[in-house]
């Protein structure tokens, strides 16, 4: 009986990982985002402090190395946007929020 039963949830298991293949723009736009999170979460401690979003936000400019494509300045306006609790880093929560808000606006038009 017990078999039959754990047997059936592996069953529904497969199925619901299945379903969670087929996802929609917008969460495939987020897991990508999350990636990119994870990879800019350098320390690994599940949250981006100002110096790994720096580093992740020139790392994706790529310049020359001549010009800075955004100053430190803009970078902090733009760090403490999505710093909601105001405690220095980004936790994966926050940037889930930006990733959402930047998914809705991308897809307006
Ligand atoms: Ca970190
Ligand atoms: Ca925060």
């Known amino acids: 009986m017990d078999k039959l039963r754990s047997g059936e949830s592996h069953y529904e298991k497969k199925l619901r990982k299945q379903r969670t293949i087929e996802k929609t723009e917008q969460e495939l736009f987020i897991d990508k985002m999350m990636e990119d999170f994870d990879k800019a979460d350098l320390d690994g401690d ?7 979003y720096v580093r992740k936000v020139w790392g994706e400019m790529e310049g020359d190395g001549e010009e800075v494509p955004i100053s430190l300045r803009q970078l902090r306006r733009e760090f403490r946007k999505v710093d909601l609790n ?14 959402e808000k930047c998914f809705l606006a991308a897809s307006k038009d």
């Open 46 to 52: 599940g949250s981006m402090d100002f110096s790994e």
């Open 86 to 99: 105001n405690d220095g880093r980004i936790s994966r929560r926050e940037f889930r929020h930006m990733a």
